[in-house]
Structures are given as C-alpha cells and as structure tokens.
C-alpha cells in the first residue's frame, strides 16, 4: 500500500523556522525519487525541493539558502527543514514520490499525501 502522511506544518511569522514530515510506506519511499511540492490558493502546484536514490538534491531558485531536503532511511521519512520563512512560502505543503528524478515538475510524481499548511505572516 502506497502511503504518504505529512506532518509539521503550522503558523509563523516571516524569518520563522518550521521542519515538515514525510511518513512513507516501503513501497512509496523507494520510488527513485521523493520530495516537496507546494501550491497557493490560485497559484499551480510547484516542486520545492527534490531528492533522489543517490542523494543527490534540487531546489527550486525561491528557497535556495533556506530549505534543506533529507531523507532517514531507517525511518521511511522524508523531512524539509524550513529557516527564514517568507509570506510568500505559504502554501499547501505535499510530499510525492516517484520514478524519475528529472526535475521539479510534478508530473512525473505519482503518488502523493494529503499535505500539510504552512502560513507565513509578515
């Protein structure tokens, strides 16, 4: 069974600090590639950050800096560590899995939890 179950999200004020959670099954974790997608009322989801079988990472421009991908193996979760957080990071957290790790598109990922919210005021 395919699970992904978010967790860690919640309200800061800009220049906040949150870490958000990513319980996975065996089966979803060991896709070749994991990671975080928001999206913003009317906005189309985005890919976050992104982090393959090898470690390798990548991020989207908007949080280069900030947000740290990783991953524990032993635990089947996926993590996003959040620092300086900005009005404009807020937004529906979800993390995905998937068989490609070309990019930050979200096609390619299919499986998905429900996500989490994270809201930023200044």
């Known amino acids: 069974q395919v699970q992904l179950v978010e967790s860690g999200g919640g309200s800061v004020q800009a220049g906040g600090s949150l870490r958000l959670s990513c319980a996975a099954s065996?089966?979803?974790?060991?896709?070749?590639?994991v990671g975080w997608f928001r999206q913003a009322p009317g906005k189309e989801r985005e890919g976050v950050a992104i982090?393959?079988?090898?470690?390798?990472?990548l991020y989207t421009d908007s949080v280069k800096g900030r947000f740290t991908i990783s991953k524990d193996n032993a635990k089947n979760t996926l993590y996003l560590q959040m620092n300086n957080l900005k009005p404009e990071d807020t937004a529906m957290y979800y993390c995905?899995?998937?068989?490609?790790?070309?990019?930050?598109?979200?096609?390619?990922?299919?499986?998905w939890g429900q996500g989490t919210q994270v809201t930023v005021s200044s």
């Open positions: 995905a899995a998937g068989s490609y790790c070309t990019g930050l598109a979200p096609r390619p990922f299919s499986y």
């Open positions: 982090i393959g079988r090898d470690a390798g990472t």
């Open positions: 065996e089966y979803a974790y060991t896709r070749d590639c």
